[in-house]
T-cell receptor, first 112, second 118 residues
Framework: GNSVTQMEGPVTLSEEAFLTINCTYT??????LFWYVQYPGEGLQLLLK?????DKGSNKGFEATYRKETTSFHLEKGSVQVSDSAVYFC???????????FGTGTQLKVEL | DTGVSQDPRHKITKRGQNVTFRCDPI?????LYWYRQTLGQGPEFLTY????????KSRLLSDRFSAERPKGSFSTLEIQRTEQGDSAMYLC????????????????FGQGTRLTVV
């Protein structure tokens, strides 16, 4: 079946540091890949997505590239802010599928 | 439209009681999903509807769980004879499925209902 593996957190960074959160997946067919973010006390929000190999999703300074050869979709941001502190979930929809499969989430803490 | 709304936000119940949660999706969305999230884990799929039809149920959904979407709009999730292991955040999401199937558009999540079984 489909599965998503994320690096464990929490990840603690200083403001303006570079961020990478690793995500690898196992899926049948050609999945679509997503990053969702959950700020404290709020629901999940879509951060970015990529629907085919080599696509790059980007939003709010975050980027992730769909790498089919390494089955990865790592999240990056060049300079994090305190306001980026949240839990980040990598997710996929399997080829032809109808539901999201999530990773366990990575908590990011950004300090001044 | 205010997005996906869930009610109640919090529910504390005694073991053995029945509880019911409601989800109001974004009005034009034809798909509605229920997920369960426990502390430190990602959301786990429970079930989904396309319009009023329940198209898929997870093996996680025991006989004590039932979901309905009677008119293809709001949905309810009922848990009968609650157990402490049912304590979790129950998330609802909705989306607009395009012709040809598949989830090609964004799924919007509600803020969830946090259930505590004591």
């Amino acid at each position: 079946g489909n599965s998503v593996t994320q690096m464990e957190g929490p990840v603690t960074l200083s403001e303006e540091a570079f961020l990478t959160i690793n995500c690898t997946y196992t899926a049948t067919g050609y999945p679509s890949l997503f990053w969702y973010v959950q700020y404290p006390g709020e629901g999940l929000q879509l951060l970015l997505k990529a629907t085919k190999a080599d696509d790059k999703g980007s939003n709010k300074g975050f980027e992730a590239t769909y790498r089919k050869e390494t089955t990865s979709f790592h999240l990056e941001k060049g300079s994090v802010q305190v306001s980026d502190s949240a839990v980040y979930f990598c997710a996929l929809i399997g080829g032809g599928g109808n539901k999201l499969t999530f990773g366990t989430g990575t908590q990011l803490k950004v300090e001044l | 439209d205010t997005g996906v709304s869930q009610d109640p936000r919090h529910k504390i119940t005694k073991r053995g009681q029945n509880v019911t949660f409601r989800c109001d999706p974004i009005s034009e969305h034809n798909r509605l999903y229920w997920y369960r999230q426990t502390l430190g884990q990602g959301p786990e799929f429970l079930t989904y509807f396309q319009n009023e039809a329940q198209l898929e149920k997870s093996r996680l959904l025991s006989d004590r769980f039932s979901a309905e979407r009677p008119k293809g709009s709001f949905s309810t999730l009922e848990i009968q004879r609650t157990e402490q292991g049912d304590s979790a955040m129950y998330l609802c999401a909705s989306s607009l499925a395009t012709q040809g199937g598949g989830l090609n558009t964004e799924a919007f999540f509600g803020q969830g209902t946090r259930l505590t079984v004591v």
